[in-house]
């Protein structure tokens, strides 16, 4: 009989590992929730989102864009989810969070080699092949154990979710709808403008606004890429209109020009009731995000439907653990994934989980693990998080400077001519290996 291959933890990472793991053979997933909660989710379903509602841009020409379709060639779950329960977001793919979720967890349920099974894990499994994607809140339990497979202290920081206000509470009068530059689907996102007055008495709020306190043993260290807008507002007086607030691309109707600061709001979900703040992650206490929030003119009377949450997130010092494959280099068999292992954001989390879930599945039919190319955005993202300096090492976001530069003088457009390498690159490596990639099959 065929061992299950367990694969711990349902979020994004997880439930695409169990997904692709599970093609040639049965896998058990654990997922801790409902039975142990965390911080920041709200439900029990797999792969919920906890922040944005938005996987980021669609061009190839981004590397969100791009890491899409690398993941898309090797038969991903996850964008096949998100691409049925898209919303109206311009040039980015953005989900109706809780019909995303849900989805993903029916087609984990329907799936005739998967067992979903609710029990936290506290402990790493000893031998075999497994897959650990338990993500930034990692429980205390695993942590522990964690850090005594490591060797060392894991590392953490603080990540940060935006509040969700209702619609009919926004006051429409004080909004425009579109996107940067008139750009295709230009009436996607609900513009926010104020005044330099305005302005600047809302970054003084921010500046000064209550906080919630950490713990005493904790340390405030942020990731660059999704810090709080009250740290943004800290670093100077017009860092946040170069930030989230920034009115670049965007003109008013009203007057016919461009704001001098702007608060974009995104649907976030099919009904078109719920609104998110773009860029607005914040660790404010609940009743000073309603008071300084409430300072934006659209938002006087903005009735919050969640509000802004912070939480420690839970990493390893992944160079002196993984390999390219994401397998531990101490303890074959064991694979790690998500943003346990030093990627950022739902698209890598997503991505490396379906690495490790190949990988896997390989391993286990005793084949070698798959380490894709350093030219593709996939293989270089591992690559990094495998090899980069483990004295600096810090959460990293797909982006084209991972890649190796263009040989030659690009005949193309850069990014252009990245993409199309990528691609080629990966087209290749598959078909050398002989790689069938079946589309996600997806219940109704």
């Known amino acids: 009989m065929t061992v299950p291959i367990p ?17 040639e053979g049965p896998v058990r997933l654990y997922e801790m929730r409902p039975q142990t909660r965390t911080p920041a989710h709200h439900t029990d379903g797999l792969a919920e ?14 590397p969100a864009g791009l890491l899409k379709a690398e993941m898309e060639r090797l038969g991903s779950l996850v964008l096949a989810c998100a691409r049925r329960t898209r ?7 953005a989900v109706d969070r809780q019909a995303f979720s849900a989805l993903v967890t029916r087609a984990i349920l329907q799936h005739p080699r998967i067992e979903l099974v609710r029990q936290e ?15 930034p809140l990692t429980s205390d339990a695993l942590a522990r154990d964690l850090a005594r497979f490591a060797g060392e202290e894991h590392l953490y920081f603080y990540d940060a979710a935006a509040p969700i206000v209702t619609l009919e509470s926004i006051s429409l009068e004080n909004t425009f709808r579109g996107s940067r530059y008139g750009d295709a689907g230009a009436g996607d996102y609900l513009n926010c403008p104020l005044t330099r007055e305005e302005y600047e008495a809302f970054r003084q709020a921010l500046t000064t606004a209550e906080q919630h306190p950490l713990k005493p043993f904790e340390r405030p260290v942020f990731f660059e890429g999704c810090l709080p807008v009250e740290e943004l507002a800290r670093r100077g007086r017009d860092t946040l209109r170069f930030g989230p607030m920034r009115p670049v691309g965007l003109r008013d109707p009203a007057t016919g020009r461009e704001p001098y600061a702007v608060v974009q709001l995104r649907q976030d979900n099919f009904a078109g009731t719920l609104y998110g703040l773009v860029g607005f992650q914040t660790n404010l206490r609940f009743g000073e995000q309603e008071r300084v929030f409430r300072m934006i003119p659209a938002l006087r009377r903005a009735e919050f439907v969640r509000y802004g ?19 531990a280099r101490t303890r074959p068999g064991l694979f790690f994934a998500g943003q ?5 954001g739902y698209l890598e989390s997503a991505a490396t989980g379906l690495v490790a879930g190949i990988n896997a599945r390989r391993r286990a039919a005793g084949q070698e693990p798959l380490v894709l190319p350093a030219e593709t955005m996939l293989g270089s993202l591992c690559r990094y998080v495998a090899g980069a300096d483990p004295r600096r090492f810090e959460p990293m976001n797909a982006n084209f400077g991972l890649l190796p530069p ?6 193309r457009k850069r990014r252009e001519q990245m993409a199309a390498r990528s691609l080629a690159e990966l087209e290749a490596y598959l078909s050398s290996r002989n790689f069938l990639v079946h589309a996600p099959c997806l219940p109704t």
Do not use: D, F
């Open 7 to 23: 694969v711990i933890g349902g979020g994004l990472a997880g439930a695409e590992a169990a997904w692709q793991a599970a093609r």
């Open 49 to 62: 989102l906890v922040c944005s509602n938005s996987l980021r841009a669609e061009s190839l020409n981004t």
């Open 87 to 93: 919303l109206p977001a311009g040039k980015a793919l």
């Open 121 to 135: 894990v506290r402990e790493l499994p000893e031998e075999g092949v497994a897959v650990v994607a338990t993500g």
């Open 309 to 327: 949450v912070m939480h420690r997130n839970t990493y390893l010092n992944s160079p002196s653990l993984l390999r390219p494959s994401l397998e």
């Open 340 to 344: 346990l292992t030093g990627v950022e």
């Open 406 to 411: 263009l040989t030659g003088r690009p005949r």
